[in-house]
């Protein structure tokens, strides 16, 4: 991305990409690319993404949240996360981003609140021994969700 188009406005599209889905990260970079919308995946571990001008990746330092962290930091409003990070996602809509869930749920104040207090209720249901099961696997009908969800939100997205 030029300056110029840097200091357009467009929003950026940021990916929370340690534990993303290479199926979700391909939707991805065919959508940026389509877009010509500058993507940026932060990760703490070396990525590989296709050659384009608008798509290129950050490796960060180990650690926890310094991948989340980064992203915070560099946010605009406007701009869109890809994220399964429900802290993350608060912080974003907070500050004027949209946050969307590789599963195709799209965050909004209200129910980034409720998953951060059950998020809270599940961590402490582990602490005190009980056993949890994990997210269900990921389905053909979460990517689907997924990219109608993209879809819509960069539908908006000038050309």
């Known amino acids: 991305m030029t300056r110029q188009e840097a200091s357009s ?17 391909e939707i991805i970079f065919r959508a940026a690319n389509r877009k010509q919308l500058e993507t940026i995946l932060v990760a703490n571990q070396m990525l590989r993404v296709p050659p384009s001008p608008h798509i290129r990746a950050v490796q960060v330092p180990a650690g926890f949240d310094v991948a989340d962290n980064y992203i915070a930091a560099q946010l605009r409003p406007g701009d869109l996360v890809v994220t399964a990070d429900i802290p993350l996602a608060a912080q974003v809509i907070e500050r004027g981003g949209c946050a969307l869930n590789p599963r195709g749920e799209l965050y909004t104040a209200a129910n980034v609140r409720e998953s951060l207090s059950m998020r809270d209720f599940m961590e402490s249901l582990r602490a005190s021994g009980v056993q949890t099961s994990g997210p269900a696997a990921f389905s053909q ?14 539908v908006r997205v000038p050309d």
Not at 9 to 25: E, F, M, Q, S, Y
Not at 141 to 154: E, G, I, K, V, Y
Request: glycine share 4%; aromatic share 6%; proline share 6%.
């Open 9 to 25: 406005g467009k929003p950026r599209l940021w990916v929370d990409a340690d534990a993303c889905p290479v199926v979700i990260k």
């Open 141 to 154: 009908s979460d990517r689907q969700a997924f990219a109608n969800q993209l879809d819509r939100l960069l």
